[in-house]
Every structure is written in C-alpha cells, then in structure tokens.
C-alpha cells in the first residue's frame, strides 16, 4: 500500500507565502506524474499544478507566476512553494501521485493525500 502525506498547510496573509510538502511512502517501485489540486468549499476540485518524472511543470492559469512546483525522485517528494497569496487561494490543498508499484503484477495506481488547509486573509 502507498501512502501520501501533506503538510505546511496553515493560515496566511494575503500577499505571503506559504510552502506545502507531500511524501509518498510504501510499496513504491517508481512515481510518474505528481500533482497538488485544491477545493474551496461548494467548488470542485481543480488541478493548480503538475510535475513529470523528468520535471516538466504545468500550472493553472490562476496561479501561474506565483506558484512552483518540485519534486525529489529519490525521497519521492513533491513541494509547492506559494507566494502572493491571495484570498482566492483559500483551499484544502490534495497532493497526488501516480505509482508504479509491483503487487504479483505490475500496477500504476492513483493516490491522493489526506488534504492540507490553506486559508488566506485579506
């Protein structure tokens, strides 16, 4: 089994900055795409950004130039480091990870984080 786990999640000014973290633990052979999404209560959830193996990174338009995200494959961890926030950032934020793991045969498996609560005040 895999497990994800976020943290750095807390409350914020608008104008700050913030940095969440996620690490993957278990039965991993490797991690392909990583990914934060967040939901603001009554919305869906939402991509904010993407990272492959290789390090290509993909934002939302909502976030791009303020936001980065990175990864370490050898500790399978995944941070996004968040600045001028805004109140409109206000979110529980879900780390996600697609896992290539080996279990009598070989699966990739979607996991998501627990969720960490970002709250931004103006």
């Known amino acids: 089994q895999v497990r994800l786990v976020e943290s750095g999640g807390g409350l914020v000014q608008a104008g700050g900055s913030l940095r969440l973290s996620c690490a993957a633990s278990?039965?991993?052979?490797?991690?392909?795409?990583m990914a934060w999404y967040r939901q603001a209560p009554g919305k869906q959830r939402e991509l904010v950004a993407s990272i492959t193996r290789g390090g290509s990174a993909h934002y939302a338009d909502s976030v791009e130039g303020r936001f980065t995200i990175l990864r370490d494959n050898a500790k399978n961890t995944v941070d996004l480091h968040m600045s001028s926030l805004k109140s409109e950032d206000t979110a529980a934020y879900y780390c996600?990870?697609?896992?290539?793991?080996?279990?009598?045969?070989?699966?990739?498996?979607?996991?998501w984080g627990q969720g960490t609560q970002v709250t931004v005040s103006s």
């Open positions: 996600n990870a697609g896992v290539v793991e080996y279990r009598s045969r070989w699966y990739t498996s979607d996991y």
């Open positions: 278990g039965s991993i052979f490797s991690i392909n795409d």
